[in-house]
């Protein structure tokens, strides 16, 4: 495997982060996968992993983030910590291509408001995941990181957070933000 991630935070520490971290760790010390990293795991939890036994191993966080749910905090966190952020449901699962600020400035660079999404987040240093069924949507994700946006549109964009969030199972931590 390339990448190994623990999907979400055992609720309650049922399962101890050391077991669960280490388990990893031992996983890429025995080359079954080339790295290793949590999700949805928030700043303490981010904290407690990187502390135990193999923490130092964790490559990444994969958390959600889009232009409705900037994350910022947890962001920050995570790049002080030199843990790289994947984020997850770049496109607010197809939402932004509704919504009027993403669409004019697509407009004005002849592309689709979820290109601008994408290069958005990417312009984070952030990991960025979309996921499509349709090959044109595939490509059009990929060229999507050659798009530059300038700053007066990056705050356009910044000011569109609204801490929606999509991903929220009952068994999820208690957020940051
Ligand atoms: N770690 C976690 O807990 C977690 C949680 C949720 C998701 N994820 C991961 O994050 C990745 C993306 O999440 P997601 O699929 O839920 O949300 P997403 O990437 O935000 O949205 C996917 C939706 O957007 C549409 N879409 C994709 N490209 C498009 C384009 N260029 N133009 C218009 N529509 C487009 C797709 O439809 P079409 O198929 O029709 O293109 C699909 O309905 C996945 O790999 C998923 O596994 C991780």
Redo the contacts with the bound molecule.
């Keep these: 495997m390339d990448l190994v991630l623990l999907?979400?935070p055992s609720p309650d520490n049922e399962v101890p982060v050391a077991e669960s971290i280490g388990a990893l760790a031992e996983a890429k010390s025995r080359g079954l996968t080339r790295n290793i990293g949590v999700?949805?795991f928030t700043m303490a939890q981010l904290d407690e992993a990187l502390e135990v036994e193999g923490g130092d191993q964790l490559i990444t966080n994969?958390i959600?983030v889009?232009p409705f749910l900037a994350n910022k905090a947890l962001v920050n966190h995570c790049n002080e910590r030199g843990v790289r952020v994947t984020g997850?449901?770049?496109?607010?699962?197809?939402k932004v291509?509704e919504d009027d600020t993403l669409k004019q400035i697509a407009d004005k660079h002849d592309v689709?408001p979820?290109?601008v999404a994408l290069a958005w987040v990417a312009a984070r240093n952030i990991v960025v995941?979309?996921?499509?069924?349709?090959r044109a949507?595939q490509q059009?994700?990929l060229d999507a990181m050659n798009l530059s946006l300038s700053d007066d549109e990056v705050k356009r964009i910044n000011a569109l957070d609204r801490g929606e969030r999509i991903?929220n199972p009952s068994f999820a931590p208690v957020w940051d933000e």
């Design positions: 999907h979400w999700s949805n994969q959600e889009h997850y449901m770049p496109l607010a699962v197809g291509m689709t979820a290109q995941i979309p996921s499509s069924t349709k949507h059009s994700n991903a």
